[in-house]
Each structure stands twice: as C-alpha cells, then as structure tokens.
C-alpha cells in the first residue's frame, strides 16, 4: 500500500510500534490489536480504507514489534 509510514512512540517502560497506512481526509481510525499478547495484523482489510482517512495500527508495549519492559507493573 502507498503511503504507510510506521515508527516508534517513547513511553514510559519503552517504545510503542505503530503503523499509519492512507491519507485519505477523513477522520483517522485508531485500530486496537486483538488482545493482550497479540499483535497488529499485517494483513488486516481496514486498511483498504486509506484512501477515505488515515488507518492507525500499533502494537501495546510487550507485544509485536513494541519493547518488551521488564517492569510487569507495566
């Protein structure tokens, strides 16, 4: 897919991995991974939706491509 830009968010106990696909004008779409454990779907039809409004995927801390802390409290 055209325009994908992905990254990483400092946080507290690490960095966030997170994905945008589109730019459509619309209202961006905050999409939350399947559980905790889980991990963005690379494969997930939502982001078709890209050329309507910005799709944004991202993986919580200790799942996916995000930092695994060592602090549980986390």
């Not at 507290?12 to 889980?38: A, R």
């Amino acid at each position: 897919m055209e325009n994908v830009k992905e990254g990483f968010i400092p946080v507290t106990g690490g960095n966030v991995w997170y994905q945008i696909s589109g730019n459509g004008p619309g209202i961006p779409l905050l999409v939350l991974h399947g559980g905790p454990g889980s991990k963005s779907s690379d494969s997930d039809p939502l982001r078709q939706l890209g050329t309507d409004r910005p799709i944004i995927h991202y993986d919580q801390l200790g799942c996916g491509k995000s930092d695994r802390p060592d602090d549980m409290a986390l």
